[in-house]
T-cell receptor, first 113, second 115 residues
Framework: EAQVTQNPRYLITVTGKKLTVTCSQN?????MSWYRQDPGLGLRQIYY???????DKGDVPEGYKVSRKEKRNFPLILESPSPNQTSLYFC????????????FGPGTRLLVL | GENVEQHPSTLSVQEGDSAVIKCTYS??????FPWYKQELGKRPQLIID?????GEKKDQRIAVTLNKTAKHFSLHITETQPEDSAVYFC??????????????FGTGTRLTIIP
C-alpha cells in the first residue's frame, strides 16, 4: 500500500532532550516536507527536500534540523526541544517538487514540558 | 516571502446550500494553488488544485476559481452535505530565487454543515 508513515505518533518529552521524528514514504517520491500545525496558524512549512541531499528551509525552520540521506526517509530532528515546539507535525511527500499532490503522513503529536 | 490569507475562519451553512471560501496571496510569481481538506483527527488531503494558466476548474460539487490580476482564488462547494464538514486549507507555491519550491498555506476555514 502506497503511504507515508511517521513515528512516533505521540510523544511527551522534556525541554532539552533531543528527539527524532521519522518519516518514510514508499512511493519513490522525490519531494518531501515537514509541517507543523497549530490552532489558528494553519500548516507552516518547516523544511523541505527536493531530492536526496537537497534540503531547504521553509517558513519556520528555527530549532529544527533535517537530513535526506536516502530518497524514502526524511527525519525531523529537534536538538534541544522547547515548549514552543509543542505542536502537531506532519510529514508529506509528492512525486515531484511542489506542484503535485502532496500525500501527508498521519501526524505526530508532540508535547514538550 | 509569500503570504496567504484565508477567509472566513469559520463558516456554517445549511445542508444543500453552497459554501465559498476565499484566499488571497501576495506573490504574483505563485503559479500553483491547491486546496486541502482535513477531517477531524485526520491528515490533510488534496481535494482540488488549479494552475495559473487556468481560470476555473470543477470536479463534481467542488470548483476553484483564480483571479491572477487580483491575486485571489476561491473554493466553491455546491449542494453541501454533512460529510463536507471539515477544515479546508488553501495554499500557494512558486519557484523561489534558488529554483526550489515552497508551499505556503492559509490559516484554514472550519466548515460546518447544519443538517
Amino acid at each position: 500500500e502506497a503511504q507515508v508513515t511517521q513515528n512516533p505518533r505521540y510523544l511527551i518529552t522534556v525541554t532539552g532532550k533531543k528527539l527524532t521524528v521519522t518519516c518514510s514514504q514508499n512511493m519513490n517520491h522525490e519531494y518531501m516536507s515537514w509541517y507543523r500545525q497549530d490552532p489558528g496558524l494553519g500548516l507552516r512549512q518547516i523544511y523541505y527536500s527536493m531530492n536526496v541531499e537537497v534540503t531547504d528551509k521553509g517558513d519556520v525552520p528555527e530549532g529544527y534540523k533535517v537530513s535526506r540521506k536516502e530518497k524514502r526517509n526524511f527525519p525531523l530532528i529537534l536538538e534541544s526541544p522547547s515548549p514552543n515546539q509543542t505542536s502537531l507535525y506532519f510529514c508529506a511527500s509528492s512525486l515531484l517538487a511542489g506542484q503535485e499532490t502532496q500525500y501527508f503522513g498521519p501526524g505526530t503529536r508532540l508535547l514538550v514540558l | 516571502g509569500e503570504n496567504v490569507e484565508q477567509h472566513p475562519s469559520t463558516l456554517s451553512v445549511q445542508e444543500g446550500d453552497s459554501a465559498v471560501i476565499k484566499c488571497t496571496y501576495s506573490d504574483s510569481a505563485s503559479n500553483y494553488f491547491p486546496w486541502y481538506k482535513q477531517e477531524l483527527g485526520k491528515r490533510p488531503q488534496l481535494i482540488i488544485d488549479i494552475r495559473s494558466n487556468v481560470g476555473e476548474k470543477k470536479d463534481q460539487r467542488i470548483a476553484v476559481t483564480l483571479n491572477k490580476t487580483a491575486k485571489h482564488f476561491s473554493l466553491h462547494i455546491t449542494e453541501t452535505q454533512p460529510e463536507d464538514s471539515a477544515v479546508y486549507f488553501c495554499a500557494a507555491s512558486k519557484i523561489s530565487n534558488f529554483g526550489n519550491e515552497k508551499l505556503t498555506f492559509g490559516t484554514g476555514t472550519r466548515l460546518t454543515i447544519i443538517p
